[in-house]
């Protein structure tokens, strides 16, 4: 895709370019993003609930980071917002490069961390016109090595605070042509987001509170590559929230070769918490595929995948939807690479035939938004920014 990509001024007409906060700032102080009202006042006793709704709203709606308590907000008290600015601040992230693809409207940001760390999100646009998803990271770098992702070569660096998460999407949305808004969010991008759960689910409660983000639960899909408990905290906690599966493959084997997670996990115990998860929460799970051309391509594969799909459906009462991704190569030695259009095709009608159809997914822009860890090398790596 990068023959396809145009760079879009950093800064939308009108708007300064951000500098992340200092290192020192965003050690001492809590992130307010992180807080929903109630979270606030448990923090903050000298606020009314009423007034961390407005207070919370003005963090999330205002862009101008820390003076957005800098001046007065209408019937909420000075007191307040001077005690609310004593206890937390507003820090962003540094906007390094924004993406547009000139096929559609997919548009990748690249941002860097107070402390040097550049992590990934894409805008993608949904069916609806002026409807957009957000895809975001939710650690900087992966522990789990995925053998095919850019994000598993770094190793993990750290987790990503929950502000950190929020304002990936918060400037992916201010970014947005007009009458646009972020309708969904997908915990795909680099990290595994279960790993960070405690972040994320702070995160998604942020994200559901109408004062804040206001996206409906419904809309909010988290991607794992098979972490059994936190799927079914994910069901207990957020029943709502929908759960994408990566599978890498449906043959154990070839997933422990693939995932080295499957040797901590097995594939079955996994399918297990995944089925608890439908079951408690009455959603159809995605299973996310990439097929790699010799790897996972082949007959077997679709065959033993169809399989899991079927067997998955007898268990949950639930079908899960299947969606083969494209695959994005990593760097000029990746030893692995897409699969041809006609070996997709024939994967395809294999699934198909054995009562496992999948969705194709948009051609172009959607090769940024692969499976969890693909985006980090499709054009920009990740590693720390000077
Ligand atoms: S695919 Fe996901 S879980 Fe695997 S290494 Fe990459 S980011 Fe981590």
Same mark, same amino acid.
């Given at each position: 895709?990068?023959?396809?990509?145009?760079?879009?001024?950093?800064?939308?007409?009108?708007?300064?370019?951000?500098?992340?906060?200092?290192?020192?700032?965003?050690?001492?102080?809590?992130?307010?993003?992180?807080?929903?009202?109630?979270?606030?006042?448990?923090?903050?006793?000298?606020?009314?609930?009423?007034?961390?709704?407005?207070?919370?709203?003005?963090?999330?709606?205002?862009?101008?980071?820390?003076?957005?308590?800098?001046?007065?907000?209408?019937?909420?008290?000075?007191?307040?917002?001077?005690?609310?600015?004593?206890?937390?601040?507003?820090?962003?992230?540094?906007?390094?490069?924004?993406?547009? &693809? =000139? /096929?559609?409207?997919?548009? *990748?940001? %690249?941002?860097?961390?107070?402390?040097? +760390? !550049?992590?990934?999100? $894409?805008?993608?646009?949904?069916?609806?016109?002026?409807?957009?998803?957000?895809?975001?990271?939710?650690?900087?770098?992966?522990?789990?090595?995925?053998?095919?992702?850019?994000?598993?070569?770094?190793?993990?660096?750290?987790?990503?605070?929950?502000?950190?998460?929020?304002?990936?999407?918060?400037?992916?949305?201010?970014?947005?042509?007009?009458?646009?808004?972020?309708?969904?969010?997908?915990?795909?991008?680099?990290?595994?987001?279960?790993?960070?759960?405690?972040?994320?689910?702070?995160?998604?409660?942020?994200?559901?509170?109408?004062?804040?983000?206001?996206?409906?639960?419904?809309?909010?899909?988290?991607?794992?590559?098979?972490?059994?408990?936190?799927?079914?905290?994910?069901?207990?906690?957020?029943?709502?929230?929908?759960?994408?599966?990566?599978?890498? &493959? =449906? /043959?154990?084997?070839?997933? *422990?070769? %693939?995932?080295?997670?499957?040797?901590? +996990? !097995?594939?079955?115990? $996994?399918?297990?918490?995944?089925?608890?998860?439908?079951?408690?929460?009455?959603?159809?799970?995605?299973?996310?595929?990439?097929?790699?051309?010799?790897?996972?391509?082949?007959?077997?594969?679709?065959?033993?995948?169809?399989?899991?799909?079927?067997?998955?459906?007898?268990?949950?009462?639930?079908?899960?939807?299947?969606?083969?991704?494209?695959?994005?190569?990593?760097?000029?030695?990746?030893?692995?690479?897409?699969?041809?259009?006609?070996?997709?095709?024939?994967?395809?009608?294999?699934?198909?035939?054995?009562?496992?159809?999948?969705?194709?997914?948009?051609?172009?822009?959607?090769?940024?938004?692969?499976?969890?860890?693909?985006?980090?090398?499709?054009?920009?790596?990740?590693?720390?920014?000077?």
């Amino acid at each position: 895709m990068p023959e396809a990509v145009i760079r879009l001024p950093l800064a939308p007409s009108g708007m300064a370019a951000e500098a992340p906060p200092s290192p020192t700032l965003v050690e001492k102080l809590p992130a307010l993003q992180a807080f929903t009202p109630e979270a606030l006042v448990a923090a903050v006793p000298a606020i009314t609930l009423r007034e961390a709704r407005k207070i919370v709203s003005r963090v999330h709606h205002t862009r101008i980071g820390q003076a957005a308590l800098a001046t007065p907000i209408p019937e909420v008290r000075r007191v307040a917002i001077e005690a609310v600015a004593r206890f937390g601040h507003v820090p962003t992230l540094a906007v390094v490069e924004e993406q547009a &693809s =000139a /096929l559609d409207p997919f548009v *990748k940001y %690249l941002f860097r961390t107070h402390d040097g +760390h !550049a992590v990934e999100a $894409v805008r993608i646009p949904l069916e609806k016109t002026g409807r957009f998803s957000v895809c975001v990271s939710s650690q900087v770098g992966c522990a789990l090595g995925c053998v095919f992702c850019a994000t598993g070569k770094l190793g993990l660096k750290r987790n990503l605070e929950a502000w950190e998460i929020l304002e990936q999407i918060r400037i992916v949305g201010e970014r947005l042509p007009a009458g646009g808004r972020v309708h969904g969010v997908v915990f795909q991008g680099m990290g595994e987001p279960l790993a960070n759960a405690d972040r994320v689910f702070q995160a998604i409660s942020v994200l559901k509170e109408p004062s804040a983000m206001s996206v409906d639960a419904r809309a909010i899909t988290v991607t794992t590559s098979g972490l059994p408990a936190g799927i079914r905290r994910l069901a207990s906690q957020e029943p709502k929230v929908r759960l994408g599966w990566s599978l890498g &493959s =449906a /043959l154990p084997e070839a997933r *422990k070769r %693939l995932m080295p997670i499957a040797k901590t +996990h !097995a594939l079955d115990e $996994v399918f297990d918490a995944v089925v608890h998860h439908a079951q408690t929460t009455g959603l159809s799970p995605l299973f996310a595929y990439t097929p790699l051309a010799g790897v996972n391509d082949d007959a077997s594969h679709a065959e033993a995948l169809a399989a899991l799909v079927r067997r998955f459906e007898e268990a949950s009462g639930r079908r899960p939807r299947v969606s083969v991704i494209p695959y994005n190569a990593i760097g000029a030695d990746d030893p692995f690479t897409r699969t041809s259009p006609e070996r997709e095709d024939a994967f395809r009608e294999i699934l198909s035939a054995l009562g496992a159809p999948t969705k194709k997914r948009y051609s172009g822009g959607s090769d940024v938004a692969a499976a969890c860890g693909q985006l980090a090398g499709a054009s920009m790596t990740p590693t720390q920014v000077d």
